[in-house]
């Protein structure tokens, strides 16, 4: 470790606890309002086509502006501003989503909750790539997205514990709840902003990637010909899409089958539950195997095994343990790429490297849901959870013939 990084240090685990406290609360909001907002389209109606739209239309914005984002990341000093426009976002979407009395307003409400949680991640991605010695990646990452699935776990425990035991899709009681649950979303994203307007940024930064706006920049068709980068999007985006495609999904497959919103509450939760255990070992088992191992293993079992939990959605023990071991390894998954982009280019640019891989998620985000409902029209909604196994798997046999 060098000197500046050693004098840095308490500054930089300082900032790190505030990424890692915000992002609890951010995601915590967003993972309680994106399966509340599955419960409200039913409540309006919809069937598994239009749930499939408005995911899509939840990564629209996010997917034209990823790279110009990823572009301001890099260059600004004070890259909070960045992540607490992204929080004002996120409850801005959550309001909406609350208020909107029909799906389109659900739709664009959807869009403006995407742009916030694109905000907010490159913010905080490109402040761990931009502090954190490269040795400590894997664990600033692995913290960062242990906070992700922490959030993962609490919003939809949360979300189902409002909703309650009732099977009646557009009763009072359960419209009544569906508003309930919104609305603690959005007064959970706004708790988050104190941390963000305190100035607790680190003042230097390793590479000075923002103190350097006359660097060339790599386009983005650069980073993608780096060797092994878009082996390494394709990975994420098939990662992050799974978990959109559950959140969104499983209601669906749980209201076919009669199986409580509780329930699916805590389906989810264990999933994250999961996710938060793999991120924080991170550390220990990249010390141990070689992260290009660990990401085929990660998209292997988690195709596999999350596979299986639509087949049992009304037994809880068989879906719980299928999505808790499921959950295990698709947490490894993200860390791991993010880490593998960011050292696959130079530090000045991995503040773009990163807003692509974000792009291509998003990428994901908006193509994936329309094919994954189309296969959920003829196979119902399980088929839809069903397609993006089948992405993880073909993921990890890429993964497998570069070696």
Known sequence: MTKNEKSASPGTLRWLLVLIATALLSQTALNLIRPVTTYKLIALDSGPVTVGAVTAAYALLPLVTAISLGRISSRTRQVRYMMLGGIILLALGGAGIALAPNVVLVGAASAVLGMGHLMFTIGGQSSIARFLPDSELDKGFGWFTAAYSAGQFLGPLVAGLILGTGTSPDSPERVASIGISLWIGVACSILATPLLLANLQPATNKNNAAAS?????????????????????????????????????????????NVTPVAVGVLLAIRGCASVASRLVIPQLSAHFSRPALLRTSLYVAALTLAVAPFFIDSLWIAGSAMLVGGFFLGLGQPLTMTMISTSVAPADRGAALAVRLMGNRLGQVGLPILASTVAAGMGPAGAIWFCCALLGISGIEKSIRR
């Open 213 to 257: 706006p006359e660097r060339p920049k790599t386009s983005a068709l650069g980073i993608l010909r780096v060797p092994g980068m878009s082996s390494h999007m394709f990975a994420s985006l098939t990662l992050l899409s799974m978990l959109d495609i559950l959140t969104a999904f499983l209601p669906l497959v749980a209201e076919q089958h």
